[in-house]
């Protein structure tokens, strides 16, 4: 699976629009990008995925770039409850042979100040 | 309310005394997970179960035994616990069978003396 780059933390004022960044240029045509969050030591949650196109659910937007190189997840109006640790995570969909593992790496500590 | 629920949230326990964490899901999913958090080393995978009596091992499995005889339990088994399993587990669920979509329960914090 493609490795991703995430910064290691972000600051975003609440009522604002949360835009966290992701790199996985080495992506190939396969691969989905996956977004979880954990909020303090409690287990992560599912937010979004997808392919090529934008995706928005009633949590976030996906942005992905053309290239697929990027992404970019988008809080639209971030909360004090949506300050978490996110995941930004590349993988094959499907069954490919076997059931492949979701690796977490160390995601980017998003805080919202009041 | 559709959840995965794990017991227990804490456990102190000392080294060679076997022990269980349970978990189960009310959703009907195929596919269950085990991970362990650690500072420093993120969430990785312990075991996982696509689905009845089917089980497979993930990054991290020694130490560890599952086993999955109902859809809805995924318990996870140390026989003889060690200091190095001191961690956060959590289990995970999800509705397709290779674990896209994964529902997480609140976690066991497992102290081994």
């Known amino acids: 699976d493609a490795k991703t780059t995430q910064p290691t933390s972000m600051d975003c004022a609440e009522g604002r629009a949360a835009n966290l960044p992701c790199n996985h240029s080495t992506i190939s045509g396969n691969e989905y990008v996956y977004w979880y969050r954990q909020i303090h030591s409690q287990g992560p949650q599912y937010i979004i995925h997808?392919?090529?196109n934008n995706e928005t659910n009633e949590m976030a937007s996906l942005i992905i770039t053309e290239d697929r190189k990027s992404s970019t997840l988008i809080l639209p109006h971030a909360t004090l409850r949506d300050t978490a640790v996110y995941y930004c995570i590349v993988r094959v969909a499907g069954l490919s042979g076997s059931a492949r593992q979701l690796t977490f790496g160390s995601g980017t500590q998003l805080t919202v100040l009041p | 309310e559709a959840q995965v629920t794990q017991n227990p949230r804490y456990l102190i326990t000392v080294t060679g005394k076997k022990l269980t964490v349970t978990c189960s899901q009310n959703m009907n999913h195929e596919y269950m997970s085990w991970y362990r958090q650690d500072p420093g080393l993120g969430l990785r995978q312990i075991y996982y179960?696509?689905?009845?009596?089917?089980?497979d091992k993930g990054d991290v499995p020694e130490g560890y035994k599952v086993s999955r005889k109902e859809k809805r339990n995924f318990p996870l088994i140390l026989e003889s616990p060690s200091p190095n399993q001191t961690s956060l587990y959590f289990c995970a669920s999800s509705s397709d069978r290779v674990g896209e979509k994964l529902f997480f329960g609140s976690g066991t914090q497992l102290s081994v003396l």
């Open positions: 179960s696509m689905n009845v009596e089917v089980t």
């Open positions: 997808g392919l090529k």
